[in-house]
C-alpha cells in the first residue's frame, strides 16, 4: 500500500482541505489496463432501486464510559456524472461514473457528482475519521501517470435523473481539496473527515461533492462504478465517530433579584449541560413562580429563552424556581427552595414639609420634611430612596432646593426680607416610583426681618404748671412680632439720661417731676416678641417746660427751642 499526499494546485485558497489518498490495491493487476464496466447489459437499475436494497453498515461498535465509537459503511445515495460532449444527455443509468476528458467516444470533459445520506450519525457525534471509497473499474491512457482530480463543496440541491452539463447543475462551493489518482484497477481512499464534520454538525449544509479532473482535450480518465451496476462496487464512505450516551441531567439557576422590584420586572436564568464530553446540551427550560409561599405555577414552559418579563400585583411576595432539559432528555429536578424572590412595589411613596412658622425673624432658617412608603400590601413599600424639594417666593414658579438628597432637613441662607418662602416635597423609592409633587406648597413662611420702633408721643401744649403730668410713648414691629417691653429715659436741661421706666408693657404714666422748673426731654426703647430692640428716640415735641413759679412763660409760637432727642 503506497501512501500519496496531495499539494494544492498554484493559486489556490489557503483554507483548501488537502485530500490524502490511499491507494490499495485490492485486486491483483497484471496487466497495465482493464476494461471499464460493460455498458451494453443494460437496462440497469435506477440508483434509488439499487439505494433501497442498501442500508449504513455497522463495521464496529466498542464502548468506553460514556463515550461509544462506531464505525459505518454509508453507501452512496446519489451518483452520476455530466458530459461536455453530451452536454443534454443524463448519464444517470450508466453502470460507470467518470471523470476527466474522453476523446474516444466523445464525451468530452466529465465530472462527477457524489452525495451521502448521513442522518444516521447523531448531530453531536465527533468525526474521528471519514474516507470516501470508490473502485477504478478502467482507466486511460494505457501506463499513464496519477492525473491530479479536485474535490469541490456542492451548495446546492440536485437531481442525478435530471442532471446534465447544460442544465440542472448545483451551484459551486469552495475546494475541499486536491489529490492524484493512480491509473490502476482496485479501490481508492480519499480522506473526507473534515467535509463530514461540517455535514455532521449542521455547519455546512449537506448537497455532496463534485470531482473535477484534468479536462484538456486529450484521452485521459479515470473509470468508477456506479452505483446502478448493482455489484457491490459503488462508492461509499467509511465514518468512524464517537457519540456520548448522556445519562446526567443538566444544572440550571436563576440570577438572584433584588429585594424589591418595580411592577414589570426581568427574570433572568442559565444553565449547563456538562463538563462531561460530549453532552448534549439543553433542549429547552421550564420556569415555575408562586405568591406569597401559595402553591407553584408554571410561567415559562419548553422556552429556550434565557429571560423574560413578569408581571406583579403591589406589596405581593413572588419566588421563582427553573429546571433545564438536556437533548438527551435529562429532567433536572426543580430545585426545593426558590432560585431568586422579589417583592412587587408599584405605589409611589409619600413625602410633605414640616410646617413654618407664619413668619421667620432671621434670614436664616431650616426647613425640614417627612416621607413614608407603606406601600398598600401586605408587605409594604420598598423604601424611601431619595427626596427631591423645591421651594417658590410670593407664589412664582418652583425653582430646585435640593434633589436626589436621603438628608431630612436644609437651611435657607440670606433669606429675602418680605418675601413669602413656599416649599414642597416629593419622595423616589428604591424602585424608582416617584411620588407626584403636590401642586401648592406644602408649608410657607414670610421672612420678617425689621426691628422695632418706639418714640415718646408729642407733648400738648408743651408746657407744664404742675410737677405731675403725664408721658405717653408708642412702638411698632415687623410682621408677625408684636412689642412686648418697654423703657423710658428722660434727663433735665439737657443733662445725662437717667431711667425712668423698665421693661414695662404700659404705653403712658405719670411723670413726677421733682427736679423744679425747667426742661424735661424724654426717650423710649421698645423691645419685641422675637428679642430685638430698638434705639432709644424721642421724637418731635419729645420735651416739656415746667413752670410753676412766676413769672410765668406765656406760648407766643411753637419751635423747637427744647431738644426733643
Known sequence: MSTLKSTPRPGRHARRLFITLVIALLLAVTAATAPAQEETDGPYPTDAEVYA?????????????DVTTITLDIPVQHDTFTSSGFPNSNWNNDPNIRVGFN???????????????????????????????????????????????????????????????????????????????????GWIEA??????????????????????GNE???????????????????????VTYDVVTDTTPPTSNIEQLPQWSAGTFTVRWNGTDGPTPGASGIRHFDVQSRVNGGAWENWQTATT??????????G?????????????????????TPDAATTVDTVPPNATMNPLPQFTFTDTFNVSWIGTDTGSGPNDGSGIAHYDVEFQL??????????????????????????????????VDRVGNIQAFPNGPQAETTVSLGD???????????????????????????????????????????????????????????FSAILGDGTYAFQVQARDSTGRVSPFFGGPGSGIALDMVAPFITIRDYMPAIPSY
Open 191 to 212: 480522506s473526507l473527515t473534515g467535509s463530514v464534520a461540517q455535514w455532521v454538525s449542521g455547519q455546512r449544509p449537506n448537497h455532496g461533492i463534485m470531482i473535477q
Open 452 to 510: 422695632p420702633s418706639a418714640n415718646i408721643a408729642a407733648f400738648n401744649p408743651p408746657i407744664a404748671t404742675a410737677n405731675n403730668f403725664l408721658v405717653s410713648w408708642v412702638g411698632s414691629a415687623a410682621p408677625g412680632a408684636s412689642i412686648v417691653a418697654y423703657t423710658v429715659q428722660f434727663r433735665f436741661n439737657n443733662g445725662p439720661w437717667q431711667t425712668w421706666l423698665t421693661n414695662v408693657a404700659v404705653t403712658s404714666a405719670q
Open 394 to 427: 410670593d407664589g412664582g414658579p418652583w425653582q430646585p432646593f435640593t434633589f436626589t438628597t436621603q438628608a431630612t432637613s436644609g437651611t435657607v441662607l440670606s433669606a429675602l426680607p418680605g418675601q413669602v418662602y413656599g416649599f414642597r416635597a416629593r419622595a
Open 53 to 65: 436494497t442498501l442500508k449504513p453498515i455497522v463495521l464496529s461498535e466498542t464502548r468506553r464510559g
Open 103 to 185: 476523446q474516444t467516444l466523445g464525451l468530452g470533459a466529465m465530472r462527477t457528482f457524489l452525495r451521502f445520506d448521513l442522518n444516521q450519525i447523531p448531530s453531536n457525534a465527533t468525526i474521528q475519521s471519514a474516507n470516501l471509497r470508490a473502485f477504478i473499474n478502467g482507466f486511460s491512457p494505457n501506463g499513464d501517470a496519477p492525473t491530479s482530480m479536485l474535490a469541490r463543496f456542492l451548495s446546492s440541491q440536485w437531481d442525478a435523473s435530471i442532471l446534465t452539463w447544460n442544465n440542472f447543475n448545483p451551484s459551486w462551493g469552495s475546494e475541499i481539496g486536491v489529490g492524484d489518482v493512480p491509473a490502476s484497477i
Open 316 to 336: 405581593m411576595f413572588y419566588e421563582f424556581r427553573v429546571r433545564a432539559v438536556d437533548v438527551a432528555n435529562n429532567v433536572e429536578a426543580f430545585h426545593p
Open 216 to 238: 484538456q482535450p486529450q484521452q485521459r480518465e479515470r473509470i468508477f462504478t456506479a452505483l446502478n451496476a448493482n455489484n457491490g462496487l459503488h462508492a461509499r464512505l467509511i
Open 305 to 314: 429563552a434565557t429571560s423574560a418579563t413578569f408581571t406583579g400585583t403591589n
